[in-house]
């Protein structure tokens, strides 16, 4: 694979987000308050494209390629706010969550009486 075909990594979308910010002067926006809330409402976009879908048609969403475009839209948005909010506060999306599963597997051990339907 060659490095025009090779997806980025979080590090590389995180310097070009940051550059990006930089270059329009909006890094004073950029508090956690506020990126948090961006956050919120990129989330709130990708959930009104499910907001009134059956589950069977909110599983073929992809198929449509309007559709798809949404999602991949509303994806690329709330993982770049995301990665920014992490950026500013110097939290480790990775690390954060191989430590969430970790403590997730701790607290949810597989055993008979496990149905599997707990809350993560």
């Known amino acids: 694979m060659t490095d025009s ?14 550059a990006f910010a930089a270059a329009r002067n909006w890094q004073r926006y950029h508090t956690p308050k ?8 990129e989330a709130a976009e990708l959930t009104e494209i499910f907001q009134w879908l059956t589950p069977e048609q909110s599983a073929g969403v992809m198929a449509d390629p309007g559709g798809a475009a949404r999602v991949r839209d509303e994806v690329a948005d ?5 990665l920014q909010f992490c950026s ?5 999306p990775l690390s954060a969550l191989a430590e969430k599963i970790e403590r997730n597997e701790r607290r949810f051990p597989l055993d008979s009486s496990s149905s599997g339907v707990e809350q993560l």
């Open 5 to 18: 075909q090779r997806p980025p990594d979080l590090s590389e979308l995180q310097s070009r987000l940051a």
């Open 34 to 41: 506020n990126l948090a809330s961006a956050l919120s409402v």
């Open 78 to 82: 709330v993982l770049a706010y995301l």
């Open 88 to 92: 500013v506060l110097g939290v480790d």
